[in-house]
Nanobody
Framework: QVQLVESGGDLVQAGGSLRLSCVVS????????FGWYRQTPGKSRELVAY???????TYGDSEKGRFTISRDNAKNTVHLQMDKLNTDDTGVYYC??????????????WGPGTQVTVSA
């Protein structure tokens, strides 16, 4: 059974940092690319960071220089280090394995997500 479980979300002040984790089970983790997605009320999920199976990374324009995505193949875990947080970063964060960088087709079921709230 394929399962993704996100954690690490919290309430933080603007300028602060958080580290999110996504534990993946039920697939051969090393063979997949992964993305972190943010969802805010009334909007669809948007990709904020992406990492390939060989750890090539891509970021959204507003996340460049502030967010760092990484993967630990030994622990089947994807991390998102979030620094210099601002109120626009507020949302529910999910990880998943997209068909490709620009694809909206996911290869895994969505997990529960983790809530990040940034206060001014």
């Amino acid at each position: 059974q394929v399962q993704l479980v996100e954690s690490g979300g919290d309430l933080v002040q603007a300028g602060g940092s958080l580290r999110l984790s996504c534990v993946v089970s039920g697939i051969d983790f090393r063979e997949y690319d992964f993305g972190w997605y943010r969802q805010t009320p009334g909007k669809s999920r948007e990709l904020v960071a992406y990492i390939t199976r060989v750890s090539v990374t891509t970021y959204g324009d507003s996340e460049k220089g502030r967010f760092t995505i990484s993967r630990d193949n030994a622990k089947n875990t994807v991390h998102l280090q979030m620094d210099k947080l601002n109120t626009d970063d507020t949302g529910v964060y999910y990880c998943n394995a997209p068909w490709s960088l620009s694809s909206t087709t996911m290869l895994c079921p969505w997990g529960p997500g983790t809530q990040v709230t940034v206060s001014a």
